[in-house]
């Protein structure tokens, strides 16, 4: 059983997934900061980098995107086949990304050219969005790419009979030089269908082109459809039960876009009345919270950490207080195999990508490591992102790869710890109290002044009181101190300032 549920505000869109009464995926989107995936901007290069053989395109967004060799073609081909290999299989309904060109970038671009890119991956951290120059138009069951001339089928489709069905298709109606692919809404689709759509994508990517012509660097061209018609487009198919909404203006919104494309799911769409708000009903504020936390429970009373790095996101799977019934390797299997299914969920709710490592307990038994191994293949079909599982290291560590497009939802609704800077591990008050004893007696031991008052943390102030420190000072240096607590000043701050004249002192300890 599948749901969406839609809460809408002034301020900000929130969109939950929930199959079976559990939440599997969540989205929003603030008016503050929307999202560019998707958006196709004319852009001007502002830098050609040999070395990396990629280039930084201005696109108007503070930071230059970046654009690698292979997502670039190049005018003077006229077959994509011939500058880039791309195979049959795609992935998430896009291009994949392993293509091969033969040609230096230095060769295909100059500085200052203008250039229409389309963002594929959204700016993470501090680096700029991730830009491509092969285009792509999604529709509920097509994707035109006008700039390439390919005809592809989503791997989500199995069903081989019925992937050649959909090539022979797309073959017949694909436009001159441009190409096709058949998304998981297309199967079963009949060639009207098909063309009612391409005509669709063609009348707005001729509406892109002629835009683009009659514009200036750097420019926003096309912008993606916002999260809800998105996710009308993308997520909500025969197998979603109901769509439940909050907005009245935003159903009807709904409404007018279902007649145009899938009709026959206008009467799957509710709006909600009820004062209760909405995700608070069916106990989704309570998930999203538990969704920001390092530390995930197992119904067996087995846990998940998981901590996201810069370079990757570490998982470790712990048995915690579940002891089994018969021996340690029983306990580790069934730990392992409730975790994996937490594991996949975990993945799509937080929308984690890159690298992804895995600790699971260690296991003697060659075949249980294969169950859990294969348990997680299967459980990850259903991951739209389409993860890619390497076979388990010689530590028994499960490497694997999720496709980032934007950044985890940790990172998005969250921002780096003031007081331990991200490291998850603030100083102890006794080490903070020595750090600023140090930074006194340097102090003191550096000024002339015979007077000072020393602000410090009121728990810091009484330490120094109860220990002596303050006669100590006096008694060593012949400084008179007036020790001040202030509880505007974290705990490891120190302000010392002399008196005649009143300044603050500084030295080189902070």
């Given at each position: 059983m599948k749901e969406i549920l839609i809460n809408v505000d002034s301020n900000e869109t929130r969109i939950a997934l929930i199959e079976n009464q559990r939440l599997m995926e969540f989205y929003f989107e603030r008016e503050s900061k929307k999202s560019i995936l998707g958006n196709i901007y004319k852009g001007r290069i502002d830098a050609i980098l040999p070395g990396m053989q990629a280039a930084f395109v201005d696109i108007g967004l503070g930071k230059n995107g970046f654009l690698y060799v292979t997502e670039i073609i190049p005018e003077q081909f006229d077959r994509y086949a011939e500058i880039m290999g791309v195979g049959e299989e795609i992935l998430s309904d896009q291009v994949e990304e392993n293509l091969s060109s033969p040609t230096s970038i230095e060769n295909l671009l100059k500085q200052g050219q203008e250039i229409l890119v389309q963002v594929i991956r959204e700016p993470l951290s501090n680096k700029g969005a991730r830009v491509t120059t092969v285009l792509t138009l999604p529709g509920r069951t097509l994707v035109l790419m006008p700039t390439v001339e390919h005809v592809g089928v989503s791997r989500r489709i199995e069903d081989e009979q019925e992937r050649i069905r959909l090539k022979t298709c797309l073959h017949k109606i694909k436009p001159n030089r441009m190409g096709l692919i058949a998304r998981t809404l297309g199967v079963g689709k009949k060639e009207e269908d098909f063309i009612k759509e391409r005509n669709s994508l063609l009348e707005l990517w001729n509406k892109i082109k002629r835009k683009s012509e009659n514009v200036s660097s750097p420019t926003l061209i096309h912008e993606e459809l916002g999260i809800i018609s998105r996710v009308i487009r993308d997520l909500f198919t025969e197998e979603v039960e109901s769509l439940v909404i909050d907005s009245p203006n935003e159903f009807e919104e709904i409404l007018r876009f279902l007649e145009a494309f899938a009709s026959y799911l206008k009467s799957r769409v509710r709006l909600y009345r009820q004062p209760e708000p909405l995700f608070e009903a069916y106990g989704i504020e309570s998930e999203i919270e538990q969704m920001l936390q390092r530390r995930v429970r197992l119904n067996s009373g087995g846990y998940l950490v998981i901590d996201e790095t810069e370079a990757l996101v570490a998982i470790d799977v712990n048995s915690g207080k579940y002891v089994g019934r018969k021996n340690l390797e029983e306990t580790a299997l069934k730990t392992n195999l409730e975790a994996v299914k937490e594991i996949a969920r975990q993945l799509r709710l937080r929308d984690i990508g890159g690298i992804i490592i895995i600790d699971f307990i260690d296991m003697e038994?060659?075949?249980?490591?294969?169950?859990?191994?294969?348990?997680?293949?299967?459980?990850?079909?259903?991951?739209?992102?389409?993860?890619?599982?390497?076979?388990?290291?010689?530590?028994?560590?499960?490497?694997?790869?999720?496709?980032?497009?934007?950044?985890?939802?940790?990172?998005?609704?969250?921002?780096?710890?003031?007081?331990?800077?991200?490291?998850?591990?603030?100083?102890?008050?006794?080490?903070?109290?020595?750090?600023?004893?140090?930074?006194?007696?340097?102090?003191?031991?550096?000024?002339?002044?015979?007077?000072?008052?020393?602000?410090?943390?009121?728990?810091?102030?009484?330490?120094?009181?109860?220990?002596?420190?303050?006669?100590?000072?006096s008694s060593r240096f012949g400084k008179k101190l007036h020790l001040q607590p202030n509880e505007d000043l974290g705990l490891s701050e120190m302000k010392i300032y002399s008196l005649y004249p009143y300044q603050e002192l500084i030295d080189d300890y902070q």
């Open positions: 038994k060659e075949e249980n490591r294969m169950k859990v191994l294969q348990s997680l293949e299967e459980v990850l079909k259903q991951d739209r992102a389409h993860p890619t599982i390497s076979q388990l290291t010689k530590l028994g560590l499960v490497e694997m790869t999720r496709k980032r497009v934007r950044q985890s939802l940790n990172l998005t609704l969250g921002e780096i710890c003031p007081r331990c800077g991200g490291n998850g591990i603030v100083l102890s008050e006794a080490t903070v109290f020595l750090k600023l004893w140090r930074k006194l007696v340097k102090v003191c031991s550096t000024y002339s002044d015979k007077e000072m008052n020393v602000v410090v943390h009121p728990d810091i102030a009484v330490r120094l009181l109860q220990e002596g420190r303050i006669e100590e000072i």
